[in-house]
């Protein structure tokens, strides 16, 4: 089983770089991809990267597409967000998820989650 925590959530100025990351811990050898999601009140979950572990392949949400970058550290199973040119339409709480094989890129299609950190933008 593998655990994951976030870390590195708070109030950002509008403007500012967001950066996250996230421990992986557990059978960290069945990681085949990880991703990090947000989710607004009141919106549905939804992608902002995913980097697959073995060649670094990686996919953005539409959303913050240009903005964002997910990138790893393979010696310390840690996977870390940066996000530039915050808006107040990035406050959510962002969630780390893994999963043992790729099957997509939508939340159900993840297996594993962290408890999930929030990032407000204050304009």
């Known amino acids: 089983q593998v655990q994951l925590v976030e870390s590195g959530g708070g109030t950002k100025q509008a403007g500012e770089t967001l950066r996250l990351s996230c421990a992986a811990s557990?059978?960290?050898?069945?990681?085949?991809?990880m991703a990090w999601f947000r989710q607004a009140p009141g919106k549905e979950r939804e992608l902002v990267g995913c980097?697959?572990?073995?060649?670094?392949?990686?996919w953005y949400g539409d959303s913050v597409q240009g903005r964002a970058t997910v990138s790893k550290d393979d010696l310390k199973y840690e996977l870390t967000l940066e996000m530039n040119s915050l808006q107040s339409d990035d406050t959510a709480v962002y969630f780390c998820?893994?999963?043992?094989?790729?099957?997509?890129?939508?939340?159900?299609?993840?297996?594993?989650w962290g408890r999930g950190t929030q990032v407000t933008v204050s304009s």
């Open positions: 557990g059978r960290t050898d069945r990681i085949y991809v």
């Open positions: 998820a893994a999963e043992a094989g790729f099957y997509g890129l939508r939340p159900q299609d993840f297996g594993t």
């Open positions: 980097i697959k572990w073995k060649d670094s392949t990686r």
